[in-house]
């Protein structure tokens, strides 16, 4: 239930709302728990349904009607669309992230109290192998300026690990770059045999897959396993093409194109660019590879379109 509240505020945000019906799945016991731990609030009952998934009735909600002793969503169009509703269904609650903060660190039983890092960042405690655990209820707002540094000095000098709800690999590696290992909720959030939720800390980070190369693009900058390029603007200009070209159905930029483009013979713009992510310490046949010639046609990016990610 920890995992499926954290994921619904990840999507729903500060204001989420979740109904009873929704909460149907899960134990009494646990629900009444979570309700005196301050983490769901009771809201105001609901006074209309949700229209069904694909009508026309054009109506932004469905009323209610009680018919005999029976709680009934009624579509105006089709009555076999109606949902038969339970008292308890109509019940709405929202989630205190805060609080759900705390219990999740209370169930994985981490030592140190819950606090706020940054906007949507919580410190929940810290474990043996894992460092200081903090829990992010969007992923997105790891990469806001400052975040990362909040993150590293609220802890230091521990390590960080983040748990957030499906972080891009761009942004895991980003964050791996800085120090921080990055943990999906739900691998590491588990039911256990009597339908409790804990926080298990053998989790291991998020998989970048296969991506090797990530373009900052508003920052200018590029990343290649896990090396920083910082190149001259014309250079990154240049590359940041091939990048882009990288990703495209042809991959190849053009001889002519760059020529048009930049007003450079390309040979020559090339091997600058070559030369200059030496200068950032790749090995002359690393730069080789990843700028690479493809005779008669023109030049392209050495890795494949599942190797690379754009960060805007
Ligand atoms: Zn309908």
Not at 54 to 78: M, T
């Amino acid at each position: 239930m920890l995992a499926w509240l954290w994921t619904r505020l990840s999507e729903g945000g500060p204001e989420v709302a979740v109904s009873g019906r929704a909460l149907r799945r899960f134990s009494e016991q646990e629900i009444e728990r979570l309700l005196r731990a301050r983490v769901l609030i009771e809201r105001r009952q609901a006074d209309n349904w949700s229209v069904c998934a694909h009508c026309d009735c054009g109506l932004d909600a469905r009323p209610i009607r009680r018919v005999g002793d029976k709680l009934l969503a009624c579509c105006p169009h089709d009555a076999a669309e109606d949902v038969l509703l339970e008292p308890g269904d109509l019940k709405r609650f929202g989630i205190d992230a805060g609080c759900l903060a705390a219990q999740i660190g209370k169930s994985g039983s981490l030592t140190g109290s819950v606090s706020i890092v940054a906007e949507g960042v919580w410190t929940i405690g810290s474990g043996p192998a894992a460092g200081v655990l903090m829990l992010c209820d969007d992923a997105k707002r790891l990469g806001a300026p400052g975040v990362i540094l909040a993150m590293k000095s609220a802890a230091a000098p521990r390590p960080v690990t983040v748990i957030a709800t499906e972080p891009d690999p761009a942004l895991v590696l980003r964050l791996r770059e800085a120090g921080i290992e990055a943990w999906d909720v739900t691998a590491v959030i588990r039911t256990n045999a009597e339908g409790v939720d804990r926080l298990v800390l053998d989790g291991t980070s998020v998989s970048t897959g296969d991506v090797r190369l990530v373009l900052h693009r508003p920052a200018q900058f590029a990343v290649l396993d896990g090396r920083r390029l910082d190149l001259p603007p014309q250079m990154f200009a240049l590359f940041r093409m091939f990048v882009e070209r990288s990703v495209q159905r042809d991959p190849v930029f053009k001889a002519e194109e760059i020529e048009a483009q930049f007003q450079r013979s390309p040979r020559e713009f090339v091997r600058d660019l070559r030369k200059a992510l030496i200068a950032c310490g790749l090995a002359e046949e690393v730069a080789e590879g990843l700028v690479r010639t493809v005779r008669t046609r023109g030049y392209r990016l050495g890795l494949a379109s599942s190797e690379v990610a754009i960060e805007d």
